[in-house]
């Protein structure tokens, strides 16, 4: 995969570390070993957890089959949780695994999804799971609301009232129950006014500039309705109303039309204090209205709750805090990444492989206070091995540890190695760069990493 400056035509001024102080940014987009889309963030136990969509290489259609899950402490090292739920979950369904939401209640995870029902409509499933991780079951073996439109948005307001949202290129809602797989009323239409969602022009069927993907949340007394708008492409509006469920009253463009893919999704999160905007966009090698990728920008609500406009970058947000190297790290946290595939480990949970002579990972911010002695790597491999060399702030930057792993009988053989560190203190960008003079071969599997 090409390194980040080499993709990104309408980039804007990369910037030095050194131009923020040693500040370290995330890194957009934030998943580079598959096409992502349809961020769905949501924060649980100190952590952003953000849904996804999956896109298929060489997609000429959101034939999309699974989901995927990554969440962090720092909003720039991100940790991968594989595939919490597939199509396969509603056996109801059998296409189009779109944007779905996730949301919590009384220790229970409610995965929302719109999926094709085999009648051929769209609708909308409703699976449950006892971790956020997954993974999620299907609670009611048949579509919760189905009217052959998409995007659901969940909502719990401070009186315990659940909101269900959906539609493109209607907008609807249902009250959930308590039960949050049930709902009391019937379905409800917004009307899309002008006043509401903006006016479109040249569109006679769709006069207000709501497209699909709406994003419900409530914040210091105000509700805001996010939503891809104007297609295509799309931007993203907003709308804000004094209830969750109006009257609304249109805002503007939050982010511009921008990044090579005709759609783009919101989601958005406050965290430790940060407003974090969550997009998609084609910015990888390949990349496009197919094979779209997940970004994170933060922003600062002006006075008045209004929301200022956000550009995309590559950049991204600044570091929460530091990385702890002297805990055990999985070794799929990645700010960045290149040629490498994550897997199911046998271990549990996942790790690296398909690794190759030149892949490396980058994990940012790591704080190795007065310095760090050992690094330890736990690794498989059914080939001849390579080289983990550890390196500070660049991909050529100093070398501070070279581990040597060699066959262990099995790419899920798993084993420890160790090695000296030398002249790693402070806070750095760790580049884990992966060598041997085999340039063709996959060398090893690593699973978790620590320094001591
Ligand atoms: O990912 C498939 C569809 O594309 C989503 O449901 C829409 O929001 C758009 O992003």
């Known amino acids: 995969m090409l390194s980040k400056q080499q993709f990104w035509p309408w980039a804007c001024t990369l910037l030095s570390l050194s131009t923020f102080g040693n500040v370290a940014k995330a890194d957009n987009p934030i998943v580079q070993d598959i096409y992502t889309a349809d961020p769905a963030p949501v924060v649980y ?143 409800n239409q917004v009307s899309l006014t002008t006043a509401g969602f903006g006016t479109r022009t040249g569109n006679a069927q769709r006069p207000t500039t709501f497209e699909e993907g709406p994003w419900l949340y409530k914040r210091n007394g105000l509700y805001y309705m996010i939503y891809a708008a104007d297609c295509c492409s799309e931007d993203i509006r907003y709308s804000t109303g004094p209830t969750a469920t109006g009257p609304w009253t249109y805002r503007g463009v939050i982010m511009p039309s921008q990044g090579r893919s005709f759609t783009n999704h919101p989601g958005i999160i406050d965290f430790k204090g940060n407003s974090y905007f969550f997009y998609h966009n084609g910015a990888l090698p390949g990349g496009g209205g197919y094979a779209r990728s997940v970004a994170v920008e933060s922003f600062t609500y002006r006075s008045d709750g209004t929301i200022p406009q956000i550009d995309m970058t590559t950049n991204g947000p600044a570091q929460i805090g530091t990385l702890n190297p002297y805990v055990r790290q999985e070794a799929e946290t990645i700010a960045w990444s290149s040629g490498i595939q994550i897997e199911t480990c046998s271990e549990g949970g996942y790790s690296v492989g398909y690794i190759k002579s030149g892949s490396y990972i980058k994990v940012k911010g790591v704080n190795f206070g007065n310095g760090a002695k050992t690094f330890t790597a736990r690794v498989a491999s059914a080939g001849n091995g390579g080289d983990i060399q550890v390196r500070l702030d660049s991909q050529s930057g100093s070398i501070v540890a070279t581990c040597t792993v060699r066959n262990t009988g099995g790419w899920q053989s798993w084993a420890s190695v160790s090695c000296p560190v030398s002249n790693a203190n402070g806070v750095h960008d760790v580049y884990f760069v992966y060598s041997s003079s085999d340039k063709n071969s996959y060398l090893f599997n690593v699973n978790w990493w620590q320094f001591a």
């Open 45 to 187: 136990n100190d952590r952003i957890y953000v849904f996804t969509g999956h896109d298929n290489n060489g997609a000429t259609f959101y034939d999309m089959t699974d989901w995927r899950l990554i969440s962090s402490a720092d909003a720039v090292n991100w940790q991968h949780h594989g595939s919490p739920m597939s199509l396969t979950t509603f056996k109801w369904a059998n296409a189009n695994a779109w944007a779905g939401q996730v949301i919590e209640r009384n220790g229970k995870f409610y995965y929302y999804a719109p999926v094709r029902h085999s009648t051929g409509a769209m609708a909308i499933g409703v699976a449950v799971s006892n971790s956020i991780t997954g993974p999620y079951t299907d609670a009611l073996g048949k579509p919760l609301v189905e009217n052959n439109e998409i995007d659901p948005t969940v909502w719990i307001d401070d009186n315990g009232q659940a909101y269900l949202y959906w539609g493109n290129p209607g907008l609807y809602y249902v009250k959930l129950n308590a039960d949050m797989i049930s709902y009391s009323g019937g379905v």
